[in-house]
């Protein structure tokens, strides 16, 4: 019927008050019917109830009674956390508990289903700032932890399982639970002059990729850092070629060893020397690299001194007769 051309159809009958009513609440019935059918499946766990009984006259008319129980949404979520430890053993080279060159770390990812619902294609990855190599992870191999999720009174175990890695992810993780996946790196002396390192650390983000009934679940990451030993120092040693009864005019050379200990360059070094003798010292004057490694020297100033450098200094004193009547 169409009711809001009414007034132009005039020589149409309108229905009295009680079929009206009726025609309505059919609009309206309909609507629910909808309403209900458009709903999910899975959002509500639906049971009826019916009782069947038999009178004096025969079979009664059914009863039914129905009921429906709500079901928690889908959360699919994932949680991932990242940390780091020398290898064992012999990863920290030379024992100090610093991180220097050559020194080997082992990075553990401990990546959780921390949603309510099963997910697929659990796959890592890791935005690692090292200038040594990628990183490889190796293969989870099984669940650490066959978990449950919050409310889940009972748990559900068995319902994670991985059958190919050559796709370098998980196939299913069920709710709560857990796969570890590890990976190794090298420390490189670029780490330490690098600019993506040039904070002090090597800095990593692992991130958590997924799927439920096929669509990506909200990525999850973790961040750890490694600090380096990045303190700079050298070392310097000074000798005289004779340190026993000098006589005057006697020459005594002395040389200075100076050696880049760290692992980070040193710039713009150079070597002082203060003497009591009343005559006066040459030097010091830059004579010669024991190991250069890269470092550059203008005149007598080292201007980068590499790690792992070592410079020679020289200088020379003539011994005076006031040297001899003073300094007794």
């Given at each position: 019927m169409d009711v809001y051309n009414l007034p132009r159809q005039s020589a149409r009958s309108w229905p009295g008050p009680q079929l009206r009513t009726r025609l309505w609440g059919s609009v309206a019935v309909a609507a629910v019917l909808a309403v209900t059918q458009a709903a999910p499946a899975f959002a509500t766990i639906d049971n009826t109830a019916t009782a069947n009984g038999t009178g004096p006259s025969g079979p009664m008319t059914p009863v039914t009674d129905s009921v429906s129980v709500d079901v928690i949404d889908a959360a699919p979520?994932?949680?991932v956390s990242k940390s780091w430890a020398f290898a064992s053993p012999g990863g920290d080279v030379n024992g100090d508990g610093n991180v220097d060159p050559g020194d080997a770390v082992v990075y553990t990812y401990t990546v959780t289903n921390s949603g309510n619902v099963t997910l697929q294609d659990v796959s890592l990855t890791d935005a690692h700032d090292g200038v040594n190599g990628a990183l490889v992870f190796t293969k989870p191999t099984v669940v650490t932890t066959d978990g449950t999720?919050?409310?889940?009174?009972?748990?559900?175990?068995?319902?994670?399982?991985?059958?190919?890695?050559?796709d370098n992810d998980w196939d299913v993780l069920g709710p709560g639970d857990v796969i570890t996946y590890t990976s190794a790196y090298t420390v490189g002396a670029g780490d330490f002059t690098s600019g993506t390192s040039s904070d002090g650390d090597i800095d990593n983000?692992?991130?958590?990729?997924?799927?439920?009934?096929?669509?990506?679940?909200?990525?999850?990451?973790?961040?750890?850092?490694?600090?380096?030993?990045?303190?700079?120092r050298f070392t310097l040693d000074k000798v005289a070629d004779d340190t026993t009864d000098r006589a005057?005019?006697?020459?005594?050379?002395?040389?200075?060893?100076?050696?880049?200990?760290g692992n980070v360059p040193i710039t713009a070094v150079t070597v002082s020397d203060v003497e009591?003798?009343?005559?006066?010292?040459?030097?010091?004057?830059?004579?010669?690299?024991?190991?250069?490694?890269?470092?550059?020297?203008?005149?007598?100033?080292?201007n980068t001194?590499?790690?792992?450098?070592?410079?020679?200094?020289s200088s020379t004193y003539t011994v005076t007769q006031s040297d001899v009547n003073t300094l007794q």
């Open positions: 979520a994932t949680t999720v919050a409310g889940d009174v009972t748990g559900t175990t068995g319902d994670s399982s991985n059958v190919d890695w050559t983000t692992a991130t958590v990729a997924s799927l439920y009934g096929g669509s990506p679940v909200t990525a999850s990451t973790g961040s750890t850092f490694v600090p380096l030993d990045n303190t700079p005057i005019g006697d020459v005594v050379t002395y040389t200075y060893t100076l050696t880049n200990t009591n003798g009343s005559g006066s010292l040459t030097g010091p004057n830059f004579a010669s690299w024991t190991t250069q490694n890269g470092s550059s020297v203008t005149g007598n100033t080292i001194f590499n790690p792992g450098s070592i410079a020679v200094y």
